[in-house]
């Protein structure tokens, strides 16, 4: 549903940009709502964790036809969706009608016998089909279909990216070639209802949830899958008055919040190594600030990241959810920012002193509540538009957005894709990174209250800062890029696909152009060195010389390049 949301979305966005136009941008939030059927960021949760609890997950053989492997599993029940994927071989994903038919289909299940080892005989829903003799060689007559679940190469996305007509065009194939598919999702919180049923065993109320970009609308097919262990159903509801007795559980008591959650994961994180069927890899890192059992779940793929009571990070995946849903453009602005960011090495998958995926998007929502006509509302507006249902106070912090998103009225701006790409990289390029705090919740620019180079408030923590971790380098690297794609994007051979006859040879140009490992010195810069006077790779490398000795380091405000 997140997925059908978001091309609801872009279907719209691309009929506006047909009519050059993103105007009444209230209808556009009132069709999107209407589209999903009008429920909320939790409602849309709620719908896929049912989905995944009436799940399988089955390890298939490799020869395996489809029509037969799909006669046999409907013995069991009425299957009401099922794709396959490869990954370490061949797996598919079978969603029931009900739980019912799990049931049916476990009795049937055996655990196997394993020569020389022994198996821990836990009965999860990953199962194994095998090939019992009968019948055993397919002639697989019918190919499979797999669904993809990572993203495309960089030189297949960079060729798809110079076939398209306009920047903007561009823009929406990446995040069309990007974007988490409905399948993907689909197998994310199958993923943690399977890890939910481990965990289970301690406290059979809990939920595992998925949050950060499996959620929040900007995932990219192989992100991270960031899920946490809610216990809040289980610990502080259920308080009755009135009778004048009442019974409590006896309970162990930790010294703090963060105690008790660091032996919670402790435990589960065990009971995954030991007893968590396709787990591997299990790290316990328990001394972060935000404790954290780290593994790989084998059969899906995921890199799995297991936190505990953490609610404040779940508010902030809801809040990035409503912003991508607001306007089309947000997202694609995002994909193209996360992915331009990725390819120089702005971002990492590897923990450091660089900007994280988070840190860009949030930049990424400043820029846009910054336009002469905001293209987003602020945090504040969000919280003041919100009904008494809708707050939320999370260990002392306001975490409450409207949920009502029909109540968001937006302004008229008209801002096309390629111009809002330009003016990031100029607004950041030229950004008073040395005094100014960069705030969403109240959309302007606030003194900055410490001496850390880039300074993004937390939006619901608002005492901290998101990029805390970023360095003087890393900073200074974003900057300097944000000036050299903000200059290429000047360049008119760069704005413009070039009128080639072939499409096998079209030179990159636009978004293609800024994801080449070194712009300066791309084909399609070479292509047209010969009618300038002097090289591209030059006239940058002079640019961002004089950019350098006039500015005195980051942190200056700059005139635009
Ligand atoms: P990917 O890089 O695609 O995984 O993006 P992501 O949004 O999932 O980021 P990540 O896995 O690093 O973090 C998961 C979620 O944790 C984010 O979406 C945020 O909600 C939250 N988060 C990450 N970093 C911070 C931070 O520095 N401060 C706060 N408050 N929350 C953070
Ligand atoms: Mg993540």
Not at 199 to 218: K, L
Request: positive net charge; contains cysteine; glycine residues 6%.
């Amino acid at each position: 549903r997140f997925v059908k949301l978001g091309q609801k979305a872009d279907l719209r966005s691309r009929q506006m940009l047909n009519r050059s136009t993103f105007a009444t941008k209230t209808q556009t939030v009132k069709k999107t709502l209407q589209a999903a059927g009008k429920e909320s960021f939790f409602a849309l949760q709620e719908e896929r964790r049912e989905q995944a609890e009436r799940s399988v997950l089955i390890s298939c053989p490799p020869n395996i036809n489809q029509k037969r492997f799909l006669d046999y599993i409907s013995k069991h029940g009425h299957i009401q969706n099922h794709f396959f994927y490869q990954s370490y071989g061949i797996y598919a994903v079978v969603e029931f009608s009900t739980k019912e038919n799990i049931k049916a289909l476990k009795a049937n299940c055996t655990i196997p016998s394993v020569q020389h080892e022994a198996a821990v005989p836990f009965k999860s829903r990953l199962l194994s089909l095998k090939w019992t003799g009968q019948g055993s060689q397919s002639n697989a007559s019918n190919t499979l279909k797999f669904q993809k679940h990572l993203p495309i190469p960089i030189n297949e996305l960079t060729q798809h990216l110079c076939r398209q007509e306009s920047i903007d065009q561009q823009l929406q194939c990446l995040t069309d070639l990007y974007q988490l598919t409905d399948e993907n999702i689909s197998l994310r919180f199958l993923v943690c209802s399977l890890l939910r049923d481990i965990a289970a065993a301690y406290f059979p109320e809990c939920i595992i949830r998925p949050f950060g970009s499996t959620v929040n609308s900007f995932g990219k097919l192989g992100c991270d899958l960031d899920m946490f262990l809610d216990l809040d159903g289980i610990s502080g509801l259920n308080q009755r008055k009135g009778s004048g007795l009442s019974l409590e559980y006896q309970v162990k008591q930790g010294t703090s919040e963060r105690t008790v959650t660091q032996s919670i994961l402790s435990v589960i994180g065990e009971c995954l190594d030991q007893f968590g069927p396709g787990c591997v890899g299990v790290q316990k890192i328990l001394n972060a600030r935000c404790p954290l059992v780290r593994f790989a779940h084998q059969p899906s793929g995921f890199q799995c990241d297991l936190t505990a009571n953490n609610r404040v990070a779940m508010k902030s995946s809801e809040l990035l959810f409503v912003y991508g849903i607001l306007d089309a453009r947000v997202r694609h602005l995002v994909f193209a920012i996360r992915c331009w960011a990725r390819v120089h090495g702005i971002t990492s998958s590897i923990p450091g002193a660089w900007i994280t995926n988070f840190s860009l998007t949030v930049l990424v929502l400043f820029f846009l509540q910054r336009r002469t006509q905001p293209l987003l509302p602020t945090l504040d507006q969000l919280r003041d538009l919100a009904a008494p249902s809708d707050q939320c106070i999370i260990e002392g912090n306001d975490c409450t957005i409207v949920s009502d998103l029909s109540k968001i009225k937006l302004q008229k701006n008209t801002d096309t894709l390629e111009m809002l790409l330009q003016e990031f990289f100029e607004f950041y390029g030229n950004f008073a990174y040395s005094s100014t705090s960069i705030n969403i919740r109240k959309g302007k620019e606030q003194n900055k209250p410490e001496s850390t180079p880039l300074h993004i408030q937390n939006p619901f923590e608002t005492g901290l800062n998101v990029s805390k971790n970023v360095n003087a380098t890393q900073l200074e690297r974003f900057v300097a890029l944000c000036r050299e794609s903000a200059w290429l994007l000047e360049q008119k051979e760069v704005r413009k696909r070039s009128p080639v006859q072939s499409a096998d040879v079209i030179p990159p140009w636009g978004l293609a152009a800024l994801l080449l490992p070194s712009v300066a010195q791309s084909a399609g810069v070479k292509g047209r060195r010969k009618k300038k006077h002097h090289p591209a790779s030059e006239r940058i490398k002079s640019l961002l010389e004089s950019i350098k000795s006039n500015s005195g380091g980051v942190g200056v405000k700059q005139s635009a390049v």
